[in-house]
């Protein structure tokens, strides 16, 4: 998988939302909410071009009866994929589309740390371009090691999570 990290585009709210619709249909009862997160739901942000989706579920394991609606809307179904509570889905195989990570509604940690990081990224213009720069250059350094890649953000993800969470405990 090529990694491209790429100027703001105004189409991925949109292309959220097409998505999002599709969810809510498929989903319905289960569903408590659905949120546009990661780079793309941030105005003016580099990307990979990824739309990146926060569903906030009912009861997480009833998730799993979906499995093949999930592949019918083009979605590999990953399971946990490394966090405990998640299920986690990605859409267009090398070149990736969509990644959704899924929680069951009380799963507040990890629903609470994406939600926190978009607005402050919202928020907090400087701190946004200086992630958007990151991003190109480990790109550029790494453009086939996704794991190289997301090593070298993960001191500066990690120090902005931690602000974001303070931040949002203040705004609120």
């Not at 009861?59 to 999930?70: G, P, V």
């Not at 267009?92 to 740390?113: M, N, P």
């Amino acid at each position: 998988m090529n990694i491209t990290v790429v100027e703001y585009d105004p189409n991925w709210p949109i292309e959220y939302q097409k998505e999002e619709q599709a969810i809510k249909e498929m989903l319905q009862d289960e569903l408590v909410n659905c949120f546009h997160i990661g780079s793309t739901s941030v105005p003016d942000l580099k990307a990979k071009p990824i739309i990146d989706i926060l569903l906030v579920a009912s009861d997480i394991s009833k998730l799993d009866t979906y499995a093949a609606q999930f592949e019918n809307l083009g979605y590999e179904v990953m399971g946990e994929f490394g966090i405990t509570g998640r299920r986690y889905y990605r859409k267009g195989g090398d070149h990736r589309t969509h990644h959704i990570h899924a929680f069951q509604y009380d799963h507040i940690q990890e629903i609470e740390r994406h939600l926190a990081f978009r607005d402050y990224l919202r928020q907090n213009p400087n701190v946004c371009k200086e992630y958007g720069e990151l991003k190109s250059k480990l790109a550029e350094q790494f453009p086939t090691d996704i794991d190289s890649y997301g090593d070298g953000k993960d001191d500066f993800v990690k120090k902005v999570e931690k602000e974001a969470l303070k931040w949002h405990w203040t705004v609120r």
